[in-house]
């Protein structure tokens, strides 16, 4: 006889997939010194490209393969370092790249976590503008700060770090809007989890994934809030080991309603790997 106390386990242990599928995951390996440690995704608008970024300071671009929807292969484009004038890598703090962003005119936006602000492309393959940085940012934590990035529908920038100091601290939001720092709103902190990654969905909402690391492997899960930082709703909370360490999310619209694609990043360690994760949103 199944005893109460251990249905409640089974039942708490249990994901939640009121508004997430599953559709299939997918493992990327390339051969190249600058492949992995990916911590930004944006799709194209139709689901066929895509651009990454690592947090080591490079951008990798390619091509889907599907088969009734599901990721079966990659084609990559090219791997290129962020740089600077003269075409100057970025190195050391100067290229933890963390968030992305792209806007309707294709202009890429970063944020970065060692040195806490954000830099512009005009494309892959063009140099780095200078950071773009605020006093608000001057006492987050180091290594921990602006981990995730989001452009919304009137191009303002929405950014937060991966802590927020103290576990009873809600995570500050920063937006960049017209030039402007301000800090509309802050996003309640729940359990363990920390802020990975974030994007703004066609349906103009917040969506922030998070993950959790308990010693022998990661969960993840996925909140969507308005762009008051109000209406919070859980969409996917994920077992241990379901993913890898989910850091990327692009949240875009195909001919059946939105999806979720999600990236891991592998901290560039031979016993993590590089995944492809894609979910379908039912609400």
């Not at 892959?124 to 934590?141: E, R, Y």
């Not at 920038?157 to 576990?167: D, F, K, V």
């Not at 969905?201 to 008051?228: A, H, K, N, T």
């Not at 059946?256 to 609400?283: C, K, P, V």
Request: proline share 5%; aromatic share 10%; glycine share 10%.
């Amino acid at each position: 006889m199944l005893r109460w106390p251990c249905l409640f386990a089974l039942l708490w242990a249990a994901p939640v997939w009121a508004e997430a599928i599953l559709i299939g995951s997918y493992e990327w390996r390339v051969e190249h010194p600058r492949f992995g440690g990916f911590s930004g995704v944006e799709v194209t608008a139709d689901g066929a490209g895509f651009i990454a970024l690592s947090d080591r300071g490079s951008f990798a671009n390619g091509t889907f393969e599907r088969e009734n929807g599901r990721i079966v292969g990659i084609e990559l484009d090219a791997i290129r370092p962020l740089f600077i004038g003269n075409r100057v890598p970025l190195r050391g703090k100067q290229s933890d790249s963390e968030g992305l962003a792209i806007g309707d005119d294709g202009v890429i936006h970063v944020s970065f976590e060692s040195i806490h602000g954000l830099r512009v492309f005009a494309g892959v393959d063009q140099p780095a503008s200078d950071l773009i940085t605020s006093p608000a940012f001057d006492n987050l934590q180091l290594n921990s700060s602006l981990e995730a990035l989001a452009i919304g529908p009137d191009g303002a920038l929405y950014t937060m770090p991966e802590r927020s100091g103290l576990a009873t601290r809600p995570f500050p939001v920063y937006r960049l809007k017209d030039g402007m720092w301000d800090q509309p709103f802050a996003l309640p902190r729940s359990g363990a989890f920390l802020i990975s990654g974030a994007d703004i969905g066609p349906d103009g909402l917040l969506y922030v994934l998070e993950r959790d690391f308990v010693g022998i492997g990661f969960r993840s899960r996925i909140r969507r809030f308005d762009l008051q930082g109000q209406n919070e709703e859980l969409v996917l909370e994920t077992r241990v080991r379901t993913h890898d360490n989910l850091e990327g999310i692009s949240v875009w619209r195909d001919d059946q309603g939105l999806r979720m694609t999600l990236i891991s990043d592998d901290n560039f360690r031979s016993f993590q790997r590089t995944e492809f994760a894609e979910y379908r949103l039912t609400d």
